[in-house]
């Protein structure tokens, strides 16, 4: 019985083995392909990202132009109100000196 056992065990170690040397075979080849499919999409995913930064920077540079109008606006209505207010204090400043 002990034989029986010991030679069914000395058959399965040596399938095993062998079973493990293939696999590792196709398990080698299969990271080749794996590696080579991972460098293919991050080829892929860094031209996607190049494209997104070239996009938010053209949008970047449309906000700025009209962040810069919205800004020169601000400046000529402030600059109206400014020479508004020095026009009516000049009016009232001669209608006060006019009635003293």
Same mark, same amino acid.
């Given at each position: 019985m002990r034989n029986i056992l010991s030679a069914s065990v000395q058959g399965m170690e040596a399938a095993v083995a062998e079973k493990e040397a293939g696999m590792?075979?196709?398990n080698d080849d *299969?990271?080749?392909?794996? *590696?080579?499919r991972v460098d293919s999409i991050d080829r892929k995913v860094d031209e996607g990202?190049?494209?997104v930064r070239k996009e938010l920077i053209r949008i970047d540079q449309k906000i700025d132009t009209k962040f810069d109008a919205f800004y020169r606006l601000l400046l000529q209505i402030a600059v109206a109100l400014?020479?508004?207010?020095?026009?009516?204090l000049g009016v009232l400043i001669g209608v006060v000196g006019a009635q003293v």
């Amino acid at each position: 019985m002990r034989n029986i056992l010991s030679a069914s065990v000395q058959g399965m170690e040596a399938a095993v083995a062998e079973k493990e040397a293939g696999m590792t075979e196709w398990n080698d080849d *299969r990271l080749d392909e794996f *590696r080579e499919r991972v460098d293919s999409i991050d080829r892929k995913v860094d031209e996607g990202f190049g494209m997104v930064r070239k996009e938010l920077i053209r949008i970047d540079q449309k906000i700025d132009t009209k962040f810069d109008a919205f800004y020169r606006l601000l400046l000529q209505i402030a600059v109206a109100l400014v020479v508004g207010i020095l026009g009516l204090l000049g009016v009232l400043i001669g209608v006060v000196g006019a009635q003293v």
